[in-house]
């Protein structure tokens, strides 16, 4: 049974605090996403990866950074965090072939 | 850039179709997607159709692709209650990278 994992499902955080979701993905995807969810405007891609060490912008990359040493771990990290980030944070791994994306349980992050 | 587009809300009765519409403005789309998201989870994959077909059909739920006016809906049969969620069309262009981009999703609503 495919498994995404994000290491929590509630957060809140301060305003300027650094903070780290992680994702692991236990499909051997090469492919991995961070995506925010927000009402009314569905899903927004952040950031996503191709491979280990590689990533590429998503639309909303501002404020964010992202990390992938390993292939089945991808990391988001809020440098700085700031209270327009609050948001559902939604990690997904691809296969090949069709690309159905698999999605973690999400993180709903709240900064005060 | 790509923009997928879909209506809110829905709200339709137990036992009665539900058709979920879905405009895109990619004419280069190789898969369109419907996936769904049940209360606290993330999306799962529900149905996806390669853009070279019009009409998926599977158990319940049936695809159709107007490639012409880049429209995509999906009908649900003999709607029941366990069938309240949210529902995001989503498409994939043949660019290089596998981006695949959202819609704002639609909600549905089903009354016993």
């Known amino acids: ?112 | 850039g790509e923009d997928v587009e879909q209506s809110l809300f829905l709200s339709v009765r137990e036992g009665d179709s539900s058709v979920i519409n879905c405009t895109y403005t990619d004419s280069s789309s190789t898969y369109l997607y419907w996936y769904k998201q049940e209360p606290g989870a993330g999306l799962q994959l529900l149905t996806y159709i390669f853009s070279n077909m019009d009409m998926k059909q599977d158990q319940r739920l049936t695809v159709l692709l107007n490639k012409k006016d880049k429209h995509l809906s999906l009908r649900i049969a003999d709607t029941q209650t366990g069938d309240s969620a949210i529902y995001f069309c989503a498409e994939r262009n043949s660019g290089g990278y596998q981006k695949v981009t959202f819609g704002t999703g639609t909600k549905l609503q089903v009354i016993p």
């Open chain 1, 1 to 112: 049974d495919v498994k995404v994992t994000q290491s929590s499902r509630y957060l809140v955080k301060r305003t300027g605090e650094k903070v780290f979701l992680e994702c692991v993905q236990d499909m051997d995807h090469e492919n991995m996403f961070w995506y925010r969810q927000d009402p009314g405007l569905g899903l927004r891609l952040i950031y996503f990866s191709y491979d280990v060490k590689m990533k590429e912008k998503g639309d909303i990359p501002e404020g964010y950074s992202v990390s992938r040493e390993k292939k089945e771990r991808f990391s988001l990290i809020l440098e700085s965090a700031s209270t327009n980030q609050t948001s559902m944070y939604l990690c997904a791994s691809m296969t090949g072939g069709y690309n159905e994306q698999f999605f973690g349980p999400g993180t709903r992050l709240t900064v005060l």
